[in-house]
């Protein structure tokens, strides 16, 4: 849905709605952001709360009326609410498909399993640009391209609600016998106290 974005909404923004590009771009980059971000903080005491495939299947089902508001949408504030939308998917479904991957592999190859799980999703980003760059410039900003990003969601939730087990037994019995103290408060330890996680950290907000 992201890589059907990147092509499309700019093109959409200049042609149907007379916004300037960069001015569009900023909008909705800053609703997704934002909203991502939000989303990306309450995933993991949500995960721990209710489990890593209900909040997956969230994920999922916040994403349906994504493409429809897109191709419906005749004023630009519909496309930035569809844009926090669209990241509070994100944040749902992309990190807790993260934390499901690192229960499955263990301690070991946790660095591994986040690799593969960034470099296939955004493999997939420019897939979908290309192809949904090529279907806007043949047939049009809408409603061809988003017509993808409808097969994606329910293909999505589908397969979440088929096929995927939740993953939090594993992470359950590696708890039991780990000696690895737990963090009291994650944000402040990883963000400032810990120089080698708050490195990290502070990479990611850049």
Do not use: C
Not at 70 to 99: E, P, R
Not at 151 to 167: C, E, Q, R, S
Not at 195 to 204: F, N, P
């Amino acid at each position: 849905m992201v890589g059907i974005e990147r092509t499309v909404l700019p093109m959409l923004a200049e042609l149907e709605f007379g916004i300037a590009s960069h001015v569009a771009a900023m909008s909705f980059i800053m609703a997704f952001g934002v909203s991502k971000a939000v989303a990306n903080y309450a995933t993991g005491r949500l995960a721990a709360r209710f489990g890593r495939k209900a909040l997956l299947v969230t994920g999922w089902s916040l994403a349906l009326p994504v493409p429809f508001m897109l191709i419906y949408a005749n004023d630009w504030s519909w496309i930035v609410a569809a844009n926090i939308l669209l990241g509070i998917h994100q944040g749902f479904a992309w990190s807790s498909t993260v934390v499901m991957k690192m229960d499955l592999v263990g301690e070991k190859d946790r660095g591994l399993a986040m690799g593969l799980n960034e470099f296939a999703g955004y493999i997939a980003v420019g897939l979908m640009a290309f192809l949904t760059g090529y279907l806007a410039a043949h047939y049009g900003p809408r409603p061809v391209p988003f017509q993808v990003g409808i097969a994606i969601a329910v293909t999505g939730l589908l397969l979440t609600l088929l096929w995927v087990k939740d993953t939090a037994h594993h992470v359950a019995a590696e708890g039991a016998t780990s000696t690895i103290p737990k963090l009291k408060n994650v944000f402040v330890e990883t963000s400032l106290q810990h120089r080698t996680l708050g490195s990290i950290t502070q990479a990611g907000l850049v």
